[in-house]
Nanobody, 120 residues
Framework: VQLVESGGGLVQTGGSLRLSCAAS????????MGWYRQAPGKQRELVAT????????NYADPVKGRFTLLKDNAKNTMYLQMNSLEPEDTAVYFC??????????????WGRGAQVAVSS
């Protein structure tokens, strides 16, 4: 599975950005995808996840009500709509996909990341 993020950039506080993550390769066994972010000097943290089956989503508390995760199954593309951005959202955002290998094994894949910078 290959994941390619796009859509990052520089925006002012209160602005919006939309990230995209295009998945290719053997995508049929992906059962969940998500976005993580890593700010300078900090550990990578969960932003939001979505299950492939029912499409249920889960958001980290800092982004609830501001970020929306969407998935276009026909295009194998996941989006992260980010509104009301704050300087604390500045980070490299990574796309993640979990692929079921067997009944007891799941492989995780990462994209290379997209930089998001929010100026105050």
């Amino acid at each position: 599975v290959q994941l390619v993020e796009s859509g990052g950039g520089l925006v002012q506080t209160g602005g919006s950005l939309r990230l995209s993550c295009a998945a290719s390769g053997n995508t049929k066994n992906i059962n969940a995808m998500g976005w993580y972010r890593q700010a300078p000097g900090k550990q990578r943290e969960l932003v939001a996840t979505i299950c492939s089956g029912g499409g249920s989503t889960n958001y980290a508390d800092p982004v609830k009500g501001r970020f929306t995760l969407l998935k276009d199954n026909a295009k194998n593309t996941m989006y992260l709509q980010m509104n009301s951005l704050e300087p604390e959202d500045t980070a490299v955002y990574f796309c993640d996909a979990d692929s079921v290998v067997s009944s007891i094994a799941i492989l995780g894949y990462w994209g290379r990341g997209a930089q998001v910078a929010v100026s105050s």
